[in-house]
């Protein structure tokens, strides 16, 4: 009934930019939070943004001020702005969701598939 779609993971050199993107589709009757959570090899899946309805944001101590996150509500659209990469930021991406599906008083948790970030030269 919704899925979350991610996009524009890729390679990059140490110190470079990438843009991710989330889309949200299907019986969609509204979405709270949305964030991005990343794993990477031999490690558990961690917090690495979030984002409220009303704009608020949280993210993880070691991507402070170098990682942006931005919602586009009309899109049900989510965005991480990636500046200054490191190699230790090499992991797949999750994009995450909480959302009202249509026809339903419950809110649901919803995970995208995960697209890959590699730092390194």
């Known amino acids: 009934q919704v899925q979350l779609v991610e996009s524009g993971g890729g390679l990059v050199q140490p110190g470079g930019s990438l843009r991710l993107s989330c889309a949200a589709s299907g019986s969609i009757f509204s979405i709270y939070d949305m964030g991005w959570y990343r794993q990477a090899p031999g490690k558990q899946r961690e917090l690495v943004a979030t984002?409220?309805?009303?704009?608020?944001?949280n993210y993880a101590d070691s991507v402070k001020g170098r990682f942006s996150i931005s919602r586009d509500t009309p899109k049900n659209t989510v965005l991480l702005q990636m500046n200054s990469l490191k190699p230790e930021d090499t992991a797949i991406y999750y994009c995450?969701?909480?959302?009202?599906?249509?026809?339903?008083?419950?809110?649901?948790?919803?995970w995208g598939q995960g697209t890959q970030v590699t730092v390194s030269s």
């Open positions: 984002i409220t309805r009303d704009g608020s944001s």
């Open positions: 995450k969701a909480q959302i009202k599906v249509i026809g339903t008083e419950l809110v649901y948790r919803y």
